[in-house]
């Protein structure tokens, strides 16, 4: 391996060396590290095989070389992390780790595929590179993942309140993770790890780390003492009576419920900066603001000691929400000179409420500009199925399609459930250089599709489509990117009315798509037969489909090219469509489009706990009937197009940004957080990738439509595989971090 050295910079031999050694001793997401290990591995044996140190003075390949040395050291850190770092800790990470993993070999992988290896290597050495080369890029598909162990010691580590089960779980997977110590030794290091955690989390300013530590460090003094019942002697009470600390030993406090005295629960609490917890009765905001004034004042460590923390959840508290308050008073310069007036400024009502249509916690008191941010914040990072969070300034929607034939398309159409008039191969399409394009931000990266985090993810759990054909569309390429990780047994497909259930029996998941083309009722609902030219909606009727919504965990919602008829828009006032006599006014379709927009946020308010489910709104799809708009010949459309239109600020004619205007104005008054898939700018320019002529048509066509295609060619639809599995990898991303 020295050749490998000089090739790829002096350090690379060491780092490779040391990510296979680091692997073997990993105690966390060991496969995911020995998988990593080998790809490292195989890329070491490509450059070794070049044999030549002229790489490095070539200034094609110098930069991409030295790009590689900093991946492989990213990768060192990551796989070190799983080596040194707390098992708690790594286990809590989850899904956020194997994206790393996932993150850290394609950044391998590009800056490998950016060296023009086989174009500068001489001739007689192509057949010793060639067979290496395929190895690596036979590697690339590789899906790291979590084992069934640690997805269950996942789930158990992370809940607030743990069964004897959970905690057997626990110990059973940390005994193994630590061999060679006996099960409290090992939970001492766990601690020990967790605090040095806590220190770096608190340096670097980060509440939410902190918050996930403290979790787990009470996990480690909790794992192996679960009682069957939780017993909250003080859950109805106002007041607490705190018993004397003792300076002298890390003293146990005995905290006793004032109407009912003979119940009583001991919990270990360290005592603060001044040994001062004397016998006072406090009612619960006095017991949370007499801490924040010894904090505001005497910049005391409250907010790490155990009397934080124990108050906390005595009080059901949000882990860090006082921390983020006190910074946020502090920053902003709005000191005041008074204890009294901090009582009044941190006066909440500590416990959690929720009104009939927020699911927020409310708190009495939201007085300046500093607590509405805060209030924000908190809202913000309430979003359901998070695991992680994209780098800052990150704008997924923004960048360029760029070439890959490696990784790309993600399955092909053999997958059962694609609809005819989708599968373009099948139907004598001649190209097909539109299946292997990527979406890539210009600032950052999206992870790769992972279908086993989506299916553990949707385990017990429904995820809704609903709208017009387009979203049914992106419904058929989330199920096949998810159906070949399922064996044939253990999946179906049923379709009842305006419904479809794909169903994922082994994860009781269920992936749904639901007709609904307006969300309002209309006189298109046929889930058949809608093709109607005078379409007519009925206003406030939303609940006509919304009561088969209910109940779902993540809704997919679009509604766009039924509205767009070029006239105004009917509007069934009163009545039902069933009714002789029928008060139909129109509108324009701005107003009826914002009329919609308006009734779907009123049902998500009534119908979604934001705590637990998560709501996405599919913008416009594009279509390309119009040649002109990208400088084509007149009265051409997509018909023949193989390549895509490369001017970044095309912008098609058939998109309205009025209508842009009105969902970007309503969704701003959303209390449901609504996140918005923003597809238009990247789909238009992908007039390559409709279905146009290859598909099965909807009825025989006739000698003049067969005479001239552009004539019933689809500009609208897209082929599958293709653009909308881009759609979904961006909806992925969006789900698990946003």
């Given at each position: 391996?020295?050749?490998?050295a000089?090739?790829?910079?002096?350090?690379?031999?060491?780092?490779?060396?040391?990510?296979?050694?680091?692997?073997?001793?990993?105690?966390?997401h060991?496969?995911?590290?020995?998988?990593?290990?080998?790809?490292?591995?195989?890329?070491?044996?490509?450059?070794?095989?070049?044999?030549?140190?002229?790489?490095?003075?070539?200034?094609?390949?110098?930069e991409?070389?030295?790009?590689?040395?900093?991946?492989?050291?990213?990768?060192?850190?990551?796989?070190n992390?799983?080596?040194?770092?707390?098992?708690?800790?790594?286990?809590?990470?989850?899904?956020?780790?194997v994206?790393?993993?996932?993150?850290?070999?394609?950044?391998?992988?590009?800056?490998?595929?950016?060296?023009?290896?086989?174009?500068?290597?001489h001739?007689?050495?192509?057949?010793?590179?060639?067979?290496s080369?395929?190895?690596v890029?036979?590697?690339?598909?590789?899906?790291?993942?979590?084992?069934k162990?640690?997805?269950?010691?996942?789930?158990?580590?992370?809940?607030?309140?743990?069964?004897?089960?959970?905690?057997?779980?626990?110990?059973?997977?940390?005994?193994?993770?630590?061999?060679?110590?006996?099960?409290?030794?090992?939970?001492?290091?766990?601690?020990?790890?967790?605090?040095l955690?806590l220190?770096?989390?608190?340096?670097?300013n980060?509440?939410?780390?902190?918050?996930?530590?403290?979790?787990?460090?009470?996990?480690?003094?909790?794992?192996?003492?679960?009682?069957?019942?939780?017993?909250?002697?003080?859950?109805?009470?106002?007041?607490?009576?705190?018993?004397?600390?003792?300076?002298?030993?890390?003293?146990?406090?005995?905290?006793?419920?004032?109407s009912?005295?003979?119940?009583?629960?001991?919990?270990?609490?360290?005592?603060?900066l001044?040994?001062c917890?004397?016998?006072?009765?406090?009612s619960?905001?006095?017991?949370?603001?007499?801490?924040?004034?010894?904090?505001?004042?005497?910049?005391?460590?409250?907010y790490?000691?155990?009397?934080?923390r124990?108050?906390?959840?005595?009080?059901?508290?949000?882990?860090?929400?006082?921390?983020r308050?006190?910074?946020?008073?502090?920053c902003?310069?709005?000191?005041?000179?008074a204890p009294?007036?901090?009582v009044?400024?941190?006066?909440?009502?500590?416990?959690?409420?929720?009104?009939?249509?927020?699911?927020?916690?409310?708190?009495?008191?939201?007085?300046?500009?500093?607590?509405?941010?805060?209030?924000?914040?908190?809202?913000?990072?309430?979003?359901?199925?998070?695991?992680?969070?994209r780098?800052?300034?990150?704008?997924?929607?923004?960048?360029?399609?760029?070439?890959?034939?490696?990784?790309?398309?993600?399955?092909?159409?053999?997958?059962?459930?694609?609809?005819?008039?989708?599968?373009?191969?099948?139907?004598?399409?001649?190209?097909?250089?539109?299946?292997?394009?990527?979406?890539?931000?210009?600032s950052?990266?999206?992870?790769?599709?992972?279908?086993?985090?989506?299916?553990?993810?949707?385990r017990?759990k429904?995820m809704?489509?609903?709208?017009?054909?387009?979203?049914?569309?992106?419904f058929?390429?989330?199920?096949?990117?998810?159906q070949?990780h399922?064996?044939?047994?253990?999946?179906?497909?049923?379709?009842?009315?305006?419904l479809?259930?794909?169903?994922?029996?082994?994860y009781?998941?269920?992936?749904?798509?639901?007709?609904?083309?307006?969300?309002?009722?209309s006189?298109?609902?046929?889930?058949?037969?809608?093709?109607?030219?005078d379409?007519?909606?009925?206003?406030?009727?939303?609940?006509?489909?919304?009561?088969?919504?209910?109940?779902?965990?993540?809704?997919?919602?679009?509604?766009?090219?039924?509205?767009?008829?070029?006239?105004?828009?009917?509007?069934?006032?009163?009545?039902?469509?069933?009714d002789?006599?029928?008060?139909?006014?129109?509108?324009?379709?701005?107003?009826?489009?914002?009329?919609?927009?308006?009734?779907?946020?009123?049902?998500?308010?009534k119908?979604?706990?934001?705590?637990?489910?998560?709501?996405?709104?599919?913008?416009?799809?594009?279509?390309?009937?119009?040649?002109?708009?990208?400088?084509?010949?007149?009265?051409?459309n997509?018909?023949?197009?193989?390549?895509?239109?490369?001017d970044?600020?095309?912008?098609?004619?058939?998109?309205s940004?009025?209508?842009?205007?009105?969902?970007?104005?309503?969704?701003?008054?959303?209390?449901?957080?609504?996140?918005?898939?923003?597809?238009?700018?990247?789909?238009?320019?992908?007039?390559?990738?409709?279905?146009?002529?290859?598909?099965k048509q909807?009825?025989?066509?006739?000698?003049?439509?067969?005479?001239?295609?552009?004539?019933?060619?689809?500009?609208?639809?897209w082929?599958?595989?293709?653009?909308?599995?881009?759609?979904n990898?961006?909806?992925?991303?969006?789900?698990?971090?946003?």
């Amino acid at each position: 391996m020295e050749d490998f050295a000089q090739v790829a910079g002096v350090n690379a031999l060491g780092v490779i060396n040391l990510i296979i050694a680091a692997s073997k001793n990993a105690t966390t997401h060991k496969r995911n590290c020995e998988q990593l290990a080998e790809h490292v591995r195989m890329i070491g044996n490509l450059l070794e095989k070049l044999k030549s140190t002229d790489l490095m003075k070539l200034s094609a390949t110098a930069e991409p070389l030295e790009g590689l040395d900093a991946a492989l050291g990213n990768a060192l850190e990551l796989v070190n992390s799983c080596r040194e770092k707390s098992y708690f800790y790594m286990l809590a990470m989850g899904w956020s780790v194997v994206y790393q993993f996932q993150r850290v070999q394609t950044e391998i992988d590009r800056y490998l595929n950016l060296v023009p290896l086989i174009s500068i290597v001489h001739d007689f050495r192509m057949q010793d590179v060639h067979e290496s080369l395929e190895a690596v890029e036979g590697d690339y598909h590789c899906e790291y993942t979590l084992d069934k162990e640690d997805i269950e010691a996942h789930r158990a580590v992370l809940k607030p309140d743990r069964s004897k089960k959970d905690a057997n779980v626990l110990e059973k997977s940390l005994s193994r993770r630590y061999p060679d110590l006996r099960f409290h030794e090992a939970l001492e290091e766990e601690k020990e790890k967790l605090h040095l955690e806590l220190h770096l989390s608190q340096a670097n300013n980060d509440p939410k780390q902190c918050r996930i530590i403290e979790h787990l460090i009470d996990v480690t003094q909790n794992v192996v003492n679960v009682p069957d019942e939780k017993f909250l002697a003080l859950s109805a009470q106002p007041y607490i009576r705190t018993g004397l600390v003792s300076a002298a030993k890390v003293g146990q406090v005995q905290m006793v419920n004032v109407s009912q005295a003979e119940h009583q629960e001991k919990s270990k609490w360290q005592t603060d900066l001044f040994d001062c917890c004397s016998e006072p009765c406090l009612s619960r905001e006095h017991a949370l603001n007499d801490l924040l004034t010894y904090s505001l004042f005497c910049g005391c460590c409250c907010y790490t000691c155990c009397v934080r923390r124990s108050l906390r959840q005595l009080f059901n508290i949000e882990a860090f929400y006082v921390y983020r308050s006190y910074l946020g008073f502090i920053c902003h310069n709005k000191m005041v000179s008074a204890p009294e007036q901090h009582v009044h400024f941190w006066g909440m009502r500590l416990s959690r409420e929720e009104d009939d249509s927020t699911s927020i916690p409310v708190y009495e008191a939201l007085n300046s500009s500093t607590d509405v941010e805060i209030f924000l914040l908190r809202k913000k990072e309430k979003l359901a199925f998070a695991i992680g969070e994209r780098e800052e300034g990150c704008d997924v929607f923004s960048g360029s399609w760029v070439w890959d034939n490696k990784s790309r398309p993600l399955y092909t159409e053999n997958c059962p459930y694609i609809q005819p008039q989708l599968t373009c191969q099948q139907h004598g399409r001649p190209d097909n250089d539109y299946l292997y394009w990527t979406w890539q931000p210009h600032s950052c990266s999206i992870p790769s599709f992972n279908a086993t985090l989506m299916l553990e993810s949707l385990r017990g759990k429904r995820m809704l489509f609903v709208g017009d054909s387009l979203n049914r569309g992106q419904f058929v390429s989330m199920v096949c990117l998810l159906q070949q990780h399922i064996p044939d047994n253990a999946k179906s497909m049923e379709t009842f009315g305006s419904l479809t259930v794909f169903t994922a029996k082994d994860y009781n998941a269920r992936i749904e798509y639901y007709w609904a083309p307006f969300l309002l009722e209309s006189n298109a609902d046929d889930a058949v037969i809608h093709r109607i030219t005078d379409r007519v909606v009925r206003k406030g009727s939303i609940n006509k489909h919304g009561k088969k919504w209910r109940g779902a965990d993540i809704i997919v919602f679009n509604t766009y090219l039924w509205w767009m008829t070029g006239m105004p828009f009917k509007i069934l006032q009163k009545g039902s469509f069933k009714d002789e006599v029928k008060d139909i006014v129109e509108v324009s379709t701005e107003d009826a489009y914002r009329m919609t927009m308006k009734s779907m946020v009123r049902w998500l308010k009534k119908n979604m706990d934001s705590n637990k489910s998560r709501v996405f709104f599919t913008s416009m799809s594009p279509s390309h009937y119009k040649s002109m708009d990208w400088g084509g010949e007149a009265e051409k459309n997509c018909y023949n197009e193989t390549k895509m239109i490369e001017d970044a600020s095309y912008w098609g004619s058939d998109c309205s940004k009025n209508v842009m205007q009105v969902i970007r104005e309503v969704f701003s008054k959303s209390e449901v957080p609504i996140t918005f898939l923003n597809i238009t700018q990247l789909s238009s320019y992908r007039k390559d990738a409709h279905t146009s002529i290859y598909k099965k048509q909807w009825s025989p066509l006739t000698p003049e439509q067969l005479a001239n295609p552009v004539s019933y060619a689809d500009c609208t639809h897209w082929c599958l595989p293709g653009l909308q599995d881009t759609w979904n990898e961006l909806l992925f991303t969006k789900l698990f971090y946003p």
